[in-house]
């Protein structure tokens, strides 16, 4: 999957909001990517809450990731900006679909990611993330939410798709669009090798 993890544009300083508006959108696409990794390797999720239910806890746990990043790499006060802008636009983007396709009220569906995003920050600050990135007991509290949200044939299986594919991946992700993001010039476009008509 390739994601945007440098800025374009010379000459502006970003904002801890800036960070956060563009990690939302790539925080978004790594679930949904991990959805449709985890439908392919044969778990059913289906269409409606499950798939809503899955969405969600992806999204909480690499909200509590970018958090943690943020921590090592952002003076505190920009650490509170950042996390709590990334946690209002991905439960605003989750809340307008869960809302549009589940047909709830889009204000209820955002307060309810609101509050379990809340609750799994008091949870996932048991565990530990260091410069190597999460802990076993971080990444395995994922697979023990996800155990919640699968059927009883799969809810076993999906511990070590989480563990050992899913949340590695997100996290590379996440530590590298973050590292790239805090780069003070943007990157040179690749230039593509000329053609002579020789």
Known sequence: ????????????????ADLAGVLSF??????DNALKNTR????????GPQYF??????LLF????????????????????????LANRVAETHAENESRL??????DCKQHF???????????????YGESGPD???????????????????????????????APEAVEMLEKTFSNMLESEPRQPRRRASVSGD
Not at 40 to 47: G, L, P, R, W
Not at 53 to 58: D, G
Not at 102 to 107: M, P, V
Not at 114 to 128: P, S, T
């Open 1 to 16: 999957m390739r994601i945007k993890s440098s800025w374009f544009k010379p000459g502006r300083e970003h904002t801890p």
């Open 26 to 31: 790539v925080i978004y696409r790594i679930a």
């Open 40 to 47: 392919k390797a044969k778990f059913e999720i289906a269409v």
């Open 53 to 58: 239910a899955f969405l969600s806890e992806f």
């Open 62 to 85: 690499q909200i509590q990731v970018a958090d943690r990043i943020a921590h090592r790499r952002l003076s505190v006060e920009d650490r509170i900006s950042f996390t709590s802008t």
């Open 102 to 107: 589940l047909s709830g009220e889009l204000a």
């Open 114 to 128: 609101i509050d379990r995003l809340n609750q799994r920050f008091d949870e996932y600050a048991e565990f530990g």
């Open 136 to 166: 076993f007991s971080f990444t395995r509290y994922l697979a023990f939410c996800m155990e919640q949200v699968m059927d009883d044939k799969d809810s076993g299986w999906i511990i070590d798709q989480m563990m050992s594919i899913e």
